[in-house]
């Protein structure tokens, strides 16, 4: 895995790469610098941050045949998310850019007999166009929610465009708006959005009309796209998929199209008896499960700020604070900060939701929820916990949230080539029944088949994966704890709040994969990371190690804001893979090594 060049995707050779190579200290500055000699070399990068390949042929083509010269398109999967980026657009792009702002809807051509086989997927396409100075308003739509399309739905639906097969929908037709669609209505389960709706038994698998639908939609796909993808299994992947996100799917068994015995979800580890399959949704990206969990909250309980608590990652901030009325921030999620909170709710304030991660990132602080909750209770407020570091494997934060999120991308899949995101409505909540009325009406199925094939194969061995990243990420850290170039390690095992952690720690748990180390000195930090023989680019949580100086990728616009919470603009981030765990071990002793001379050559 190590030893990649400047901008190859990781992993190498993966069309669908979530992350790209940036191997050293000055290829991560010439990338934020936008240097052309690192953004011409990059084959791919974090897909919210750097618009695939796959997506801007697609936006090209659709701007040739429908949009003016020197425009361009941002491409969303629904009319409805598209609506939601140009509502985002128009009180912030200037009157220039507004008036050549349109948006195109690309559906199939249901006059032609091939689409036939097409419909159980719902290919679709929306583009959002503008002249080119429009681009930075509509790319931080696109960054901050998630919701643009993946660039396995641009590069199926690209083929579909080039053979005639999506059009742009007549005008007619865009006066009103489309029933959501769900797949074949044959893995049609009682989904979220109907949860309170009286449940019609799907047809038998005997049915001839399905089974030839299915069929025939199967065949056409690999006859004429070469996908190998059997939509039979999308709803079984699905349902596989949110079982196992609520710690009640126990086997790694190969999918099946028959139905799934309903009383696996009695017993899960999350420790909720009545939580159900149809709590989790699913959605195309971890961000955007935090942005539609915002939404949600919104929708149920009308327009307030809301807190951020702890020093977050960098988009869901952004969310809170641009979409909504606001957001009351506390960078350092210290008992002191809850004490500021409370003062405040004492004398009447009142919010909205309190948003945390479970650790945070990257220092992995860890928030006292048992205050969290207690002051929610008291002061009416939801709470929202983003467990993607932590992950359910080792930690169990439901019993203390109203909803948790988390980031598929990362863990839980860990082949770091498909994107996903999963939002846990607590069935115990003050707010649930609130929160499910707004889904039914609120939220769009919009995870792309295809990505969800990949999240389902990836993550059937997430319990195990778990196990064996834990006890590397401890060794790893042992070492790098035990060295005197190093300033400071953080890890949730023994900082300062790790007996925040150990309230939420499962029995078998362990500490998560990710610690961030400072050194010393910043030359010590450049030799570190140049010498260090892992994979060097952004993203966490693959499967095999990844390191990367975060801060000046998530934060080199703002390295003194940041500073201000305890970030050093030099810390590296470390998140820890699979490997045989001596091997790693002499790995960052290696470079430990290179960092030590580094110093010695400059006294």
């Known amino acids: 895995?190590?030893?990649?060049?400047?901008?190859?995707?990781?992993?190498?050779?993966?069309?669908?790469?979530?992350?790209?190579?940036?191997?050293?200290w000055r290829a991560n500055i010439g990338y934020e610098e936008g240097e052309d000699w690192v953004i011409g070399s990059m084959a791919t990068g974090y897909p919210r941050f750097f618009i695939h390949r796959s997506i801007q042929a697609l936006a090209k083509d659709i701007i040739a045949k429908y949009g003016k010269e020197d425009s361009v398109a941002f491409l969303f999967p629904t009319r409805k998310v598209a609506a939601r980026c140009v509502s985002f657009v128009k009180p912030r792009a200037p009157s220039a850019v507004l008036a050549t702002l349109e948006v195109v809807h690309l559906v199939l051509d249901t006059a032609n007999p091939q689409?036939?086989?097409?419909?159980?997927?719902?290919?679709?396409?929306?583009?959002?166009?503008c002249c080119k100075e429009g681009f930075s308003c509509l790319k931080q739509y696109w960054q901050h929610t998630g919701d643009g399309v993946s660039s396995r739905r641009a590069e199926f639906c690209h083929s579909l465009f080039k053979n005639g097969l999506l059009l742009r929908e007549v005008e007619s037709e865009t006066?009103?708006?489309?029933?959501?669609?769900?797949?074949?209505?044959?893995?049609?389960?009682?989904?979220?959005l109907d949860a309170s709706k009286p449940t019609t038994p799907s047809p038998t698998a005997s049915s001839p009309e399905r089974e030839v639908g299915l069929e025939e939609t199967s065949r056409f796909l690999e006859e004429r796209f070469g996908r190998n993808l059997d939509v039979s299994f999308v709803g079984p992947a699905k349902s596989a998929i949110k079982r196992r996100i609520a710690g009640a799917l126990t086997s790694d068994r190969e999918l099946s199209v028959s139905p799934v015995p309903e009383n696996e979800m009695e017993s899960n580890t999350r420790g909720v008896v009545n939580l159900r399959e149809e709590d989790v949704y699913l959605f195309p990206a971890g961000m955007n499960a935090i942005f539609n969990a915002h939404r949600a909250l919104l929708g149920a309980r009308g327009s307030l700020k809301s807190v951020n608590f702890g020093f977050p990652y960098v988009d869901t901030l952004k969310i809170l604070e641009k979409f909504g009325p606001g957001a009351v921030f506390y960078g350092h999620a210290s008992e002191s900060d809850l004490d500021d909170l409370e003062r405040r709710l004492q004398g009447g304030e009142r919010f909205l939701a309190l948003f945390c991660e479970f650790p945070g990132n990257p220092l992995l602080t860890c928030p006292n929820l048992v205050r969290i909750r207690q002051l929610a209770d008291r002061y009416d407020f939801a709470v929202v916990v983003d467990e993607t570091i932590g992950t359910f494997a080792n930690i169990n934060v439901l019993q203390f949230s109203d909803i948790v999120v988390s980031s598929l991308t990362k863990i839980f899949s860990g082949d770091c080539n498909v994107m996903g995101g999963s939002a846990i409505f607590n069935p115990n909540g003050r707010y649930?029944?609130?929160?499910?009325?707004?889904?039914?009406?609120?939220?769009?199925?919009?995870?792309?088949?295809?990505?969800?094939?990949?999240?389902?194969?990836?993550?059937?061995?997430?319990?195990?994966?778990?196990?064996?990243?834990?006890?590397?990420?401890?060794?790893?850290?042992?070492?790098?704890?035990?060295?005197?170039m190093i300033k400071k390690v953080y890890y949730p095992r023994d900082n300062e709040s790790s007996a925040n952690y150990e309230v939420v720690k499962v029995p078998g748990g362990g500490y998560g994969g990710l610690l961030s180390v400072v050194f010393h000195r910043k030359e010590?930090?450049?030799?570190?990371?140049?010498?260090?023989?892992?994979?060097?680019?952004?993203?966490?949580g693959t499967n095999f190690t990844l390191t990367s100086p975060y801060v000046l990728l998530a934060h080199y616009q703002e390295l003194d804001w940041a500073a201000q919470f305890g970030v050093d603009p030099d810390l590296i981030r470390i998140s820890v893979g699979l490997e045989d765990t001596e091997d790693i071990v002499n790995v960052f002793k290696t470079a430990l090594k290179a960092a030590a001379e580094s110093t010695a050559h400059q006294q």
């Open 1 to 24: 895995m190590p030893g990649f060049n400047l901008g190859e995707s990781i992993p190498p050779h993966t069309e669908h790469a979530v992350s790209v190579s940036l191997p050293t």
């Open 115 to 129: 689409s036939k086989a097409l419909r159980s997927l719902c290919p679709s396409i929306s583009a959002v166009i």
């Open 175 to 192: 006066l009103t708006s489309p029933k959501p669609c769900r797949g074949p209505r044959r893995y049609q389960r009682p989904a979220s």
């Open 432 to 484: 649930y029944s609130a929160l499910k009325e707004f889904a039914r009406a609120g939220f769009e199925d919009t995870y792309w088949p295809e990505d969800v094939m990949f999240m389902e194969r990836n993550s059937r061995d997430f319990a195990s994966r778990v196990d064996r990243i834990n006890a590397n990420a401890e060794a790893i850290c042992d070492v790098l704890r035990g060295n005197d």
């Open 524 to 540: 010590q930090a450049v030799a570190f990371y140049d010498a260090v023989d892992t994979a060097k680019g952004p993203s966490l």
